[in-house]
């Protein structure tokens, strides 16, 4: 038996992963166990729940693969001061005492950590480094059902690559070609994120969100002055306009003069018209260079599959328009598609690449649905219940999704917490708020009462596999949230000539739909395709609320408020419950109503994370 330890760290996204023989044994974010968002310090947490749960000690580890190289990293930064001197000093001096102090010498800090975990580990031989690209790559195809595919990646920047094209093969993958720093559509993004008002690295699917309130009236303008876009889809950007390799901002003066305002200060400026328009035109112009790019690659290999990963690949809406371009027959996204993958994809990377081990695909991809993290017996859960104060019944599965799925019914929000928890950035049904589609307060409420976000952050539905082609213009799996798609044309309502005239937001009062809570302003949803293989307790779940009500879609959101990671333990989900206006919980096998419980315990819990 061979053990791979995957980790990824101190940039963002903290994670680690186990694979023993080739199979993906266990992955988690370090944020759920610290409550701290995007938290990016050693993952000692994520570590010791992937060895627990493994029931491995790490001396019985035989390689532990970091998924970057902190070399070639350094040489990047090094290079672009250099380049750029005297301009970004201040940026030079902040960053480089940490690298001379620790990050160049990140195998020695990387075995002094790793001993934390066991005292008797002290073979720094065991310590392999993958590049960061690489690593997403891998953890794009390796799990994957394909037996050939081509791989996208895309994110900010990672050692000098911020875009790769790979080509899967059996056991084999290759990277073919790369775009490199400064030349990047995450960091693209992100300067419109930070110029809209939202935090880098965390705020970019909110500018998703809005965008379909506005209209892409800057797309050209943003084509001719900060990218040039060549035939095959490939980039360069305009450094002139920003200020990411130099400063401590991602924009500067001149960006914020060729758009005629300054970016948005979330703590005093409202988001008017303007910051929608703004968000329509980077999601246009970002859908537009992911389409061009995958068009240019189907035509240059001729592979009916495409994997994604990278941060641009939780961008699901540019996902979901390649899909209805039918540029490729099928399209996989890696679930944690972000830096948390790295980590799977660097152990991945090192048994097939470094091992030369061979792959034997399933059908289904060997996510495991992205179940992968810790879950809890129900003598665990009742135990912890009891040290909350918390009142509850245990029932027997049936009866237990019988009145979840009539409180569902009756436009109750539940908080829903089954199984392993999962790993990536979406609640799919295993750590989930969950609600009725076909209410028309259903989203606001959510948004106001219980997430404590911005009004006009949408939902997303969960779906019956074999009914998703019913009501959405889609009839392809979707099981990790990373695609959207329009609403059957007969499930919509039409809007009127006056209510298309209303400004942005006031567009979300309209009843768009039969499932107004899941449909977006454009008629458009993010969809999870529920499949009974996968998450049998949940696809029940929504088969019984579909009996009651002819409907096979539930509001799905994650469970957590703004700015708290998703709940990872009984207890955090008791005090996510009683901090917020959730009707019931249903954990394990124990349901909780709100009215029952000790009114005592409730919390101000929107106050206790920072926002996002």
């Not at 070639?72 to 250099?82: G, N, P, S």
């Not at 030369?356 to 810790?374: A, F, Q, V, W």
């Amino acid at each position: 038996m061979i053990k791979i330890l995957g980790i990824s760290a101190f940039y963002h996204d903290s994670a680690a992963a186990i694979v023993v023989d080739g199979k993906i044994i266990a992955a988690a974010q370090e944020e759920r166990f610290t409550r701290k968002k995007h938290d990016s310090g050693y993952p000692f947490n994520a570590i010791e729940f992937v060895l627990n749960f493994a029931n491995i000690k790490l001396s019985e580890i035989d390689s532990i693969v970091f998924y970057e190289k902190p070399f070639l990293k350094f040489e990047r930064l090094l290079e672009t001061y250099v380049a750029m001197a005297p301009r970004g000093f201040a940026q030079f001096s902040k960053a480089m005492p940490s690298w001379l102090r620790e990050k160049l010498f990140q195998k020695k800090m990387l075995l002094n950590l790793l001993k934390q975990h066991d005292k008797t580990f002290n073979n720094s031989k065991k310590i392999f480094f993958s590049e960061h690209h690489l690593s997403h790559a891998a953890s794009a195809y390796f799990p994957s059902p394909f037996d050939e595919a081509v791989i996208l990646t895309a994110d900010g920047v990672g050692e000098w690559a911020t875009t790769t094209v790979a080509i899967g093969n059996g056991s084999n993958l290759q990277i073919k070609k790369e775009i490199h720093f400064p030349h990047s559509l995450g960091l693209l993004y992100s300067a419109f994120t930070y110029y809209t008002g939202f935090k880098v690295n965390s705020g970019e699917y909110k500018l998703m969100g809005l965008a379909p309130y506005g209209e892409p009236k800057y797309a050209e303008k943003i084509e001719k002055n900060l990218i040039h876009i060549k035939e095959d889809g490939s980039f360069r950007l305009n450094q002139d306009f920003f200020n990411y390799t130099t400063g401590l901002t991602m924009t500067n003066e001149k960006f914020h003069n060729l758009f005629g305002q300054k970016p948005r200060d979330s703590k005093k400026d409202k988001i008017t018209q303007f910051h929608m328009d703004i968000a329509s035109s980077i999601q246009k112009v970002t859908e537009d260079i992911m389409v061009k790019i995958c068009k240019s690659l189907r035509e240059e290999f001729n592979i009916s599959n495409l994997c994604l990963a990278g941060g641009v690949a939780l961008n699901c809406v540019a996902n979901g328009k390649i899909l209805k371009e039918k540029i490729f027959d099928n399209i996989w996204i890696q679930p944690a598609a972000g830096d948390a993958g790295g980590s799977l994809g660097a152990a991945l990377s090192y048994w097939f690449l470094e091992l030369n081990n061979k792959r034997n695909n399933s059908k289904i991809d060997d996510m495991n649905g992205s179940y992968l993290g810790p879950s809890f017996s129900n003598e665990q859960i009742e135990k912890i219940l009891i040290e909350c104060g918390a009142k509850f019944d245990r029932l027997e599965d049936d009866l237990l999704i019988e009145k979840t799925a009539s409180d569902l019914s009756n436009s109750h929000a539940i908080g829903w917490f089954q199984g392993r928890m999962e790993f990536g950035p979406r609640a799919l049904g295993g750590r989930s708020i969950i609600g009725d589609p076909r209410s028309p307060d259903m989203q606001k409420n959510l948004n106001l009462k219980v997430k404590y976000r911005e009004s006009f952050r949408p939902f997303a539905p969960s779906v019956l596999r074999e009914d998703v082609g019913e009501w959405f213009e889609l009839n392809d799996d979707s099981p990790y949230m990373l695609i959207v798609s329009d609403i059957k044309n007969e499930k919509k309502n039409e809007m009127t000539e006056k209510e298309k005239k209303l400004f942005g937001i006031d567009k979300l009062n309209i009843k768009r739909s039969d499932i107004p809570a899941v449909t977006h302003v454009d008629y458009s949803a993010r969809i999870q395709t529920v499949h009974k293989e996968t998450n049998e307790k949940y696809y029940k779940l929504i088969k019984k609320f579909k009996e009651k009500t002819n409907c096979p879609v539930i509001v799905n959101t994650s469970f957590n408020v703004r700015g708290e990671p998703i709940v990872n333990t009984p207890q955090d989900a008791f005090n996510c419950f009683m901090g917020t206006e959730l009707d019931n919980l249903v954990i394990g096998n124990f349901y909780l109503e709100k009215k029952k419980q000790d009114q005592s315990l409730k919390k101000k819990y929107q106050e206790k994370f920072e926002l996002d």
